[in-house]
């Protein structure tokens, strides 16, 4: 999987594959492996999600092993390029979450992760075949023992700054995720709540509960996701989410894609990714920094 060219040092520059990570397919028939089935996008549509895709094999999560050990190293050369980082973002002393945004732009293997052709026409579909450009990646790794939580969240709440509102989230793990370890839990249908108010993400887990309405905490059952490494979940917009402590001996790894249908807007003149050039209120969102994943023409 290595690189037989010499690349420039921020990968934003690159919109295709930069390495031989994954093959893009070439005709029609290639893409029908990747498809999802017509039963998996009505679940999405009714339950605001659709989990245990396969998206990677084994040696992909270990090469990103190995990239994830560089991006958490205090000391890497490339964290100027992040939009976050975070070596604890939890607000408990006594728990760790690291988290940062940006890292797409610093190994080839997450940037090349964004252009999996199993990702990218999962997306396609489930943002009903529309054009697919990336918004913003994520890392979220809870250590052994003493992870902490992701309170319960809607993740467009945070992306106001963009519309309309036709986003996409999917959560792929470089651990197996078990209950144990903390993984992540949905509350099915909860994307036909509107959008809610958002709480400290990585603070009180129930900090969401006071915007709820009496009908809604009625609703609010949760459902925990346990899959396997390299398998990933999608998830609408809007619908409630989030992740328990680990106190596991097992460490829960995992990354995020986000997403938006080709032709999303920005809606605020300021900064939308930290050092990232401004967009005009109005004005397509597009360029080296949200490039178009599917299709590339």
């Given at each position: 999987?290595e ?5 420039h ?37 009714e339950h ?7 998206l ?85 790794c ?65 900090g ?48 995020v ?38 299709p590339?023409?």
């Amino acid at each position: 999987m290595e690189n037989t060219i010499t690349l420039h040092r921020d990968l934003a520059e690159y919109s295709n594959l930069v390495s031989n990570m994954f093959s893009w397919p070439k005709t029609e028939e290639e893409w029908e492996q990747y498809k999802l089935s017509d039963e998996q996008i009505a679940f999405f549509n009714e339950h605001g999600y659709v989990d245990n895709i396969k998206l990677l094999d084994g040696h992909h999560v270990n090469q990103l092993n190995e990239e994830l050990l560089k991006i958490m190293d205090t000391k890497y050369e490339k964290h100027d390029l992040l939009y976050e980082f975070h070596t604890n973002e939890s607000t408990d002393p006594d728990k760790v979450i690291f988290h940062c945004l940006g890292h797409w732009r610093l190994t080839p293997g997450f940037h090349d992760v964004n252009w999996n052709p199993a990702f990218v026409m999962a997306a396609h579909q489930l943002l009903g075949k529309q054009g697919v450009r990336f918004w913003h990646d994520q890392l979220f790794c809870k250590p052994a023992n003493h992870g902490g939580v992701v309170a319960w969240h809607q993740d467009y709440s945070y992306w106001t700054r963009t519309s309309p509102m036709q986003h996409l989230t999917c959560w792929v793990g470089l651990d197996d995720s078990t209950k144990e370890n903390g993984c992540l839990q949905y509350v099915p249908g909860s994307h036909k709540w509107g959008l809610l108010d958002k709480p400290i993400l990585t603070g009180e887990m129930d900090g969401l509960m006071e915007f709820l309405t009496d009908e809604q905490k009625a609703q609010f059952k949760p459902v925990p996701i346990e899959m396997k490494k390299g398998y990933g979940a999608f998830h609408h917009p809007l619908l409630v989410h989030g992740s328990f402590e680990n106190s596991s001996d097992k460490p829960r790894r995992a990354f995020v894609m986000n997403v938006f249908a080709d032709g999303t807007l920005s809606d605020s003149n300021d900064e939308i990714l930290t050092g990232v050039p401004p967009i005009a209120k109005g004005n397509k969102m597009e360029g080296n920094f949200f490039p178009k994943l599917y299709p590339l023409k």
